[in-house]
């Protein structure tokens, strides 16, 4: 069910893609719209892809000691390079 009213302008060649693909597929460019924004991600998607992400990365060294790891940090962030 469609709930909501939305007015847009679009410049020339914005409207000419869109009226390309309507005439193209046989669709409105109300349908075209529409499925354009039913193909952006939910922020579910992205959240799950950064997940997936973080969790299919090689493993990293790291040091044996926290202090090791805050001075290799330390360094990585120090501006002169120390």
Do not use: F, W
Not at 45 to 58: F, N
Not at 59 to 76: F, G, I, N, T, W
């Amino acid at each position: 069910m469609l709930d909501h009213h939305v007015q847009i302008v679009l410049d020339e060649d914005r409207y000419q893609k869109v009226a390309r693909e309507a005439a193209r597929s046989g669709a409105s460019i109300d349908t075209i719209i529409r499925e354009a924004i039913d193909r952006l991600a939910s922020h579910d998607e992205e959240r799950s892809a950064a997940v997936a992400a973080i969790l299919a990365a090689a493993p990293m060294p790291v040091p044996d000691y926290p202090a090791a790891l805050r001075r290799e940090l330390d360094a990585a962030h120090d501006p002169a390079g120390a």
